[in-house]
């Protein structure tokens, strides 16, 4: 594809009322995607749990409470009027920007982020850093850089889990140099593999759930973050701040990102990116910039897919280090005392079965 004329584009967002800017992308920051439609069964059932979520919500302030950076005082406003803008940033549950280098793993980079910050919600556990390398290359998606989708990544977590960056950093899963898949086509993404030592050190999730409209507000502030894919036109990837609005330019596909709150007065979702600190330029006062964008509601086939959520995060049992490799335990931290693990439950639950763990 030809490159964007920027001067024409601020042009163009100009001229169209708009206040999105641009910037010159250098050349070894690549935005490879990856983000994939889910099968439409799976997607229905999804949001039909997560409509009976938020309706015992709704019904039950005592479980909503149970979020431990909700405070109790101001719950039933929350449940009475949705705030205007939320962002989960402010309470310190979001981490750091990640980087998916030339490979399509966005959907496991956003689940990522996902259970790090919910385990931050509902366990008190902050600055977990999950391994997007064994999510995408050690689950039933494959050891490649293939596309993915929410469902069945959200799904994976709670089957299997997710075990910390440590056990198995990202760029381990990829030949040191990378190699490419097809020499010959210069589009190509690198060749990965599972190269995990879990340990069992992994973290899952009891549920997760879909949701659509002024649901997905409403469990962005009462909940927690979200999962979401949209579609990368080329005027996005010289995004450098602002609310964008698709203007000009072709497709590139599918894309998965971190929803970590919304803004009714900007009219936009605000979300964190996985092609690193670089992405959208310098860090901006309206909190846009160095990883995190703004994208304006119903904008880039933002509606296309329902929003995805989780719940009830399980920490790892704790290790008898007696029976283990030592040297292999530098993701390992000592944990307090036992955590029991919650059985299945109804769906009642799914805010009040996360308190078990405290």
């Not at 803004?263 to 092609?275: F, K, L």
Request: proline residues 6%.
């Amino acid at each position: 594809m030809a490159p964007l004329d920027l001067d024409r584009l601020q042009q163009q967002i100009r001229s169209e009322n708009l206040s999105w800017r641009v910037r010159v992308v250098p050349d070894d920051e690549p935005h490879s995607l990856g983000f994939e439609p889910s099968v439409a069964t799976q997607l229905a059932a999804s949001e039909a749990v997560g409509a009976t979520l938020l309706q015992a919500l709704q019904l039950n302030p005592t479980a909503l409470s149970r979020n431990r950076l909700l405070d109790p005082s101001v719950l039933a406003k929350f449940l009475r009027v949705q705030p205007r803008r939320f962002d989960w940033r402010d309470r310190g549950v979001i981490g750091a920007v990640t980087d998916q280098r030339w490979c399509g793993s966005c959907v496991s980079f956003a689940t990522a982020g996902l259970v790090s910050a919910q385990a931050a919600i509902e366990l008190g556990v902050h600055d977990l850093d999950l391994s997007e390398a064994d999510q995408h290359f050690c689950s039933s998606h494959g050891a490649h850089c293939g596309g993915w989708n929410n469902h069945d990544s959200l799904d994976q977590v709670r089957q299997r889990g997710i075990s910390t960056e440590a056990s198995f950093p990202y760029m381990s899963a990829f030949d040191s140099p990378p190699q490419v898949t097809n020499p010959a086509d210069p589009n190509s993404l690198w060749a990965a593999h599972c190269r995990a030592q879990r340990l069992r050190r992994a973290y899952s999730i009891t549920n997760f759930t879909a949701h659509t409209g002024d649901d997905r507000k409403t469990y962005l502030s009462t909940v927690g973050p979200m999962i979401c894919g949209f579609t990368v036109f080329e005027d996005f990837d010289v995004y450098a701040g602002g609310v964008f609005r698709h203007v000009t330019g072709k497709s590139r596909g599918g894309h998965a990102v971190l929803v970590v709150g919304y803004d009714d007065d900007r009219g936009c979702w605000i979300c964190r990116n996985s092609w690193g600190t670089g992405f959208g330029g310098a860090a901006q006062p309206d909190g846009t910039g160095a990883g995190f964008f703004e994208l304006g509601y119903g904008d880039s086939g933002i509606d296309g897919e329902a929003f995805f959520g989780c719940t009830g995060v399980v920490a790892p049992r704790p290790i008898d280090v007696r029976l283990l490799d030592l040297a292999k335990l530098k993701d390992i931290k000592v944990l307090q005392r036992p955590l029991p693990i919650p059985g299945p439950g109804p769906v009642e639950d799914f805010v009040l079965r996360p308190a078990l763990l405290r």
